[in-house]
């Protein structure tokens, strides 16, 4: 069974800047890729960066230049690096991991539970 653990959301004003931190355990044999979403009250929940093993990140347009992902495949820990924290950027945000928990098993995505980001003008 495979778990991913959120911490660092909470409340900060417009200007400033979080970190999120997630960090996957359990039963893992591989990871593919490793990311963040997140759901804005009334809204899908939306890539914000994301990116496979050794390749280059991708991020959601709107938040280029201020967010910066970083991602430990080795230790299964994925963060974010918020910074010039927009109103707009009020949701929810959600780890995900591809992984692979046996050589012989399929790729599954998971997802954390969800830690919540409020930016206040």
């Known amino acids: 069974q495979v778990q991913l653990e959120e911490s660092g959301g909470g409340l900060v004003q417009a200007g400033g800047s979080l970190r999120l931190s997630c960090v996957a355990s359990?039963?893992?044999?591989?990871?593919?890729?490793l990311g963040w979403y997140r759901q804005a009250p009334g809204k899908e929940r939306e890539l914000v960066a994301s990116g496979r093993t050794n390749e280059i990140p991708i991020y959601a347009d709107s938040v280029k230049g201020r967010f910066t992902i970083s991602r430990d495949t080795a230790n299964g820990a994925v963060y974010l690096q918020m910074d010039s924290l927009e109103v707009e950027d009020t949701a929810v945000y959600y780890c995900?991991?591809?992984?692979?928990?046996?050589?012989?098993?399929?790729?599954?995505?998971?997802w954390g539970q969800g830690t919540r980001v409020t930016v206040s003008s």
């Open positions: 995900h991991a591809v992984i692979q928990e046996h050589s012989w098993g399929p790729w599954r995505n998971y």
């Open positions: 359990g039963s893992i044999f591989s990871i593919n890729s």
